[in-house]
């Protein structure tokens, strides 16, 4: 809220059934009909320059819904998006380990750019998935 003003929206934070994982889901009613293009384009646009976000946003393959277990043990954030058809409103995920993302990760990405390091120096890690 505080980023996107005042737009509605809901918000959901899931532990997994795993050791360490969480999916975030936001519901948002958006002002006017939006496309699948036009969001690919504003997600795009907003993660560009962020190494370790990765924009997922189809029911299988490649580019599949975000999905904790695919990250474990990295330090990327998945996001996506799906619209429902019926409302028109804009479902959006997030998923982290939040062990590696969350904590460690954090810590160790800070401390990269504090020090003057590339950003991604030691995180590059791919994941365990699949284990």
């Known amino acids: 809220m ?26 948002v009613e958006p002002t006017r009909p939006v496309e699948p293009k036009e969001l690919w384009k504003l997600y795009r646009a907003a993660y560009a320059a962020e190494p370790f976000v990765r924009i997922v946003a189809e029911r299988s393959g490649a580019n599949r819904l975000p999905d904790p277990r695919v990250l474990v043990g990295s330090n990327h954030a998945d996001v996506g998006f799906a619209i429902d058809e019926r409302s028109g409103r804009v479902i959006a995920l997030c998923a982290i380990d939040n062990l590696v993302k969350g904590a460690a990760g954090s810590a ?13 120096e030691g995180l590059t890690f791919p994941g365990l998935h699949p284990a």
């Open 2 to 27: 505080q980023s996107l003003g005042q737009l509605d929206l809901d918000a959901t934070l899931t532990a997994i059934d795993m050791v360490r994982g969480v999916l975030c889901t936001v519901h």
């Open 108 to 120: 160790i990405q800070s401390m990269n750019i504090a020090r003057g390091l590339p950003e991604t």
